[in-house]
């Protein structure tokens, strides 16, 4: 997850920014010396559902220190600055696994109260060939759809993507139906 860091001093001139009074829309912050409005960006981020020719589901277990440290998670990441999301997301599957996948189409687009990411899914299929785990992965392993380690993914936003793109999800419960009134007659 992406450490949420208030910035301090702006990007046009260096100078100190200030917090204006609370107002609904406008942005969280001013230059002090230049006035300019710095507004709190969200971060864009890119991962991918990636299955392989029989089915099975791509994961990694992360090595990177923090709150997902050693947990399952997508491959994926953050989009460089004027990058297209379809490239970052193959870019991105095929950093941390070796593979090239084919783009299948859009999962979710996923989004939490207090974190600044938002994550936009893909659905991919690998190509043939030898899988390498990046060094942010301890291990890179397919999974059957039955045998997902549901409980030990590392966030919220994983479970939600792999339930939506192997359609796991319950139905919705079908709208009730009401009997037509009788005629008073």
């Known amino acids: 997850m992406t450490k949420d860091i208030t910035p301090r001093h702006c990007l046009a001139c260096g100078g100190m920014l200030t917090r204006p009074l609370p107002s609904p829309g406008g942005p969280p912050f001013y230059c002090a010396a230049c006035g300019l409005p710095v507004y709190h960006d969200p971060k864009v981020a ?5 299955t392989d020719q029989a089915g099975r589901v791509w994961l990694l277990r992360r090595a990177q220190r923090d709150q997902a440290h050693g947990r399952w998670i997508l491959p994926g990441g953050h989009v460089d600055r004027g990058e297209e999301l379809t490239q970052a997301v193959r870019r991105e599957v095929a950093e941390e696994t070796g593979l090239q996948a084919e783009l299948r189409g859009l999962v979710g687009v996923y989004s939490y109260p207090g974190n600044p990411v938002v994550l936009i899914v893909y659905r991919l299929t690998s190509q043939p060939g030898q899988p ?19 409980d030990r993914l590392g966030y919220v936003s ?6 939506d793109a192997l359609d796991l999800n319950p139905s919705p419960a079908p709208e009730p139906r009401l009997a037509p009134r009788p005629a008073l007659g």
């Open 46 to 50: 890119v991962a991918g559902v990636v």
């Open 132 to 150: 390498r785990p990046s060094r942010e992965a301890l291990e890179l392993r397919p999974f059957a759809p039955a045998d997902i380690p549901w």
């Open 158 to 163: 994983t479970g939600q993507a792999l339930r």
